[in-house]
């Protein structure tokens, strides 16, 4: 029995995660030997930035294909869906930063793809004083510099 419960301790680090954390210069992600991969990290990145965090919804058709599809289950197809969603939960925008906020782990891109991975924190379902994190994501197919397609892990 000691033998046991000695064996089972020594396993509870194998049961501990690793947090998900992001890097310190997310917009060192984005250099690439090759400048269309270069330039649709970018796109992702800027998109984040005066978009996403800064809420500048006047800005979304210099990211946005007019017609752009849509897979997050609480958001419409289309760049006027997408500016509406963000007028009606973010009224005021804030100023633009100069550097992205959110921490991110990586941006990769390939062909017409770009996909960002970056830290979630949730309340531990076993625990909800405690916290852990896992890994968000975002999906993007680019065409002609503006996001067509979009895919992320959101849920209802």
């Not at 046991?4 to 995660?17: E, G, K, R, S, Y």
């Not at 809420?55 to 760049?79: C, K, M, S, V, W």
């Not at 076993?126 to 993007?140: I, L, V």
Request: glycine share 4%; hydrophobic share 40%; with cysteine.
């Amino acid at each position: 029995m000691k033998l046991f419960l000695a064996a089972l301790i020594a396993c509870v680090p194998l049961l501990a995660q690793t947090p998900v954390t992001g890097v310190d210069d997310p917009e060192a992600l984005v250099k690439s030997k090759d400048k269309k991969l270069e330039a649709n990290k970018k796109l992702i990145l800027d998109l984040f930035r005066e978009v996403l965090e800064a809420h500048h919804t006047e800005l979304i058709p210099r990211y946005l294909a007019p017609d752009f599809i849509q897979h997050n289950p609480t958001a419409a197809n289309g760049a006027d869906a997408l500016a509406a969603f963000f007028k009606q939960r973010f009224p005021t925008p804030l100023p633009i930063e100069p550097k992205v906020k959110r921490k991110i782990v990586s941006i990769t891109a390939e062909g017409d793809m770009v996909v960002v991975i970056y830290p979630q924190e949730f309340p531990d379902p076993k625990d909800p004083s405690k916290k852990y994190t896992t890994a968000g994501f975002d999906s993007y197919r680019i065409k002609d510099g503006k996001v067509v397609e979009h895919w992320d892990n959101a849920r209802k």
